[in-house]
């Protein structure tokens, strides 16, 4: 009897050891990731997404389920303009159960961007327009996946609806590019005024006027407001490009 008491002691003291080495071996994931991910944003802050995307793929060896983690790898791998990689990890972060609302938007102009629009329609899904925080940005970018196949109606509606829940510069300049794209130049052009009227700096109205310059054939007035753009924000890939 005292044999098999002291036996039964021996096994529960070993399952101890193991259940408290497993515990360490979490809680050390879990120290690791977190050092990694505190590195990733200290990175990301100074603008060296490069040397925090190294960090964030350090924290999801660590926690390769982590739904926030991989949010913030596709913010940084969409600054980087990976955007194959940057749509992986979120969809993984939906996948991972991470809140649709704060995903979607950010998945939606990386689809946009890949150029998926019948993609980015399907995941920016009719359900999200009643979350009214984010409601003006799910049309504006449904709008400019609507734009994009030439679905000229169905884009001025996402750009009004957008202009009616909370007036912003994106909706206002995805109505002058259906009205161009409808052949109203008069009523683009003002629309694009109006914005660099309140906003001269405005790089995204800057890059919309330069294309309408260079649909007119104004090829001079068009790279003197690209080359300003350029100016003011040197990093835009866009403006680069263009």
Excluded: W
């Excluded at 926690?63 to 990976?82: E, I």
């Amino acid at each position: 009897m005292k044999r098999s008491i002291d036996r039964s002691h021996a096994i529960i003291a070993r399952c101890g050891v193991v259940a408290c080495a497993l515990v360490l071996a979490l809680a050390g994931c879990g120290n690791q990731a977190d050092r990694a991910m505190e590195r990733a944003k200290a990175h990301r802050a100074k603008g060296d997404n490069a040397s925090a995307a190294i960090e964030v793929k350090n924290a999801l060896a660590a926690q390769p389920k982590n739904p926030a983690l991989f949010l913030f790898a596709g913010q940084v791998m969409s600054d980087l303009g990976d955007l194959v990689n940057a749509e992986h990890s979120l969809r993984r972060a939906l996948e991972h159960g991470h809140p649709a609302a704060e995903v979607l938007p950010l998945l939606g102009r990386v689809l946009l961007e890949l150029e998926k629009y019948p993609e980015a329609l399907e995941a920016l899904r009719g359900d999200l327009k009643s979350d009214a925080a984010i409601a003006p940005q799910v049309a504006v970018l449904r709008g400019r996946a609507y734009l994009a196949q030439g679905a000229f109606t169905e884009a001025r509606t996402e750009f009004r609806v957008s202009l009616g829940a909370r007036p912003t510069v994106g909706a206002q300049l995805g109505l002058a590019q259906v009205a161009m794209a409808e052949n109203d130049r008069a009523t683009a052009e003002r629309l694009v005024a109006e914005v660099l009227g309140a906003d001269p700096k405005n790089v995204e109205a800057l890059m919309v006027q330069a294309e309408f310059l260079r649909l007119g054939g104004r090829l001079d007035d068009a790279a003197a407001a690209y080359r300003q753009a350029i100016k003011l924000e040197p990093e835009n890939f866009a403006a680069s490009v263009g």
